[in-house]
């Protein structure tokens, strides 16, 4: 095998304080990235809203591990809100408009895998909120 295609392994453990505020304001701690995608630990405290937005160029899945909310989806005429919960799993394909929020008494935490990965500040465009 060509040496020069291999990648470093990477081993991280969750970082006990979060990295940045997303565009939508929850928390991320960032974990590992690789060419084809990336992955955070996504954290939005009891009874907090996001901001809504849309990604230009990056779809994502979303996996469930702790608290309760809501996420409300829009694409075009089509629109949706699902409760998630510890082993929900969801996509948030390119130009969705998506919100979520955190309806019970503990933190909202979910991994998420972002393809590719996060290109930076102006990949999320802010659109009409769904919740106030």
Same mark, same amino acid.
């Given at each position: 095998?060509?040496?020069?295609?291999?990648?470093?392994? &990477? !081993?991280?453990?969750?970082?006990?304080?979060?990295? !940045?505020?997303?565009?939508?304001?929850? &928390?991320?701690?960032?974990?590992?990235?690789? /060419?084809?995608?990336?992955?955070? $630990?996504?954290?939005?405290?009891?009874?907090?809203?996001?901001?809504?937005?849309? $990604?230009?160029?990056?779809?994502?899945?979303?996996?469930?591990?702790?608290? $309760?909310?809501?996420? @409300?989806?829009?694409?075009?005429?089509?629109?949706?809100?699902?409760?998630?919960?510890?082993?929900?799993?969801? !996509?948030?394909?390119?130009? !969705?408009?998506?919100?979520?929020?955190?309806?019970?008494?503990?933190?909202?935490?979910?991994?998420?895998?972002?393809?590719?990965? @996060?290109?930076?500040?102006?990949?999320?465009? /802010?659109?009409?909120? $769904?919740?106030?």
């Amino acid at each position: 095998m060509n040496k020069e295609n291999n990648l470093d392994f &990477e !081993t991280k453990h969750l970082p006990i304080n979060y990295d !940045t505020l997303a565009p939508d304001r929850s &928390e991320i701690r960032l974990l590992l990235t690789m /060419r084809g995608g990336s992955i955070v $630990h996504c954290t939005l405290p009891p009874q907090e809203i996001s901001v809504a937005v849309c $990604h230009k160029t990056v779809e994502e899945v979303w996996y469930f591990i702790e608290g $309760h909310g809501e996420v @409300w989806r829009k694409q075009g005429q089509r629109e949706e809100i699902v409760e998630v919960k510890n082993g929900v799993c969801i !996509t948030i394909p390119t130009d !969705t408009h998506f919100q979520f929020r955190n309806t019970g008494s503990e933190p909202l935490k979910f991994l998420i895998t972002t393809m590719p990965p @996060w290109p930076g500040e102006n990949e999320a465009v /802010r659109v009409k909120n $769904h919740w106030k």
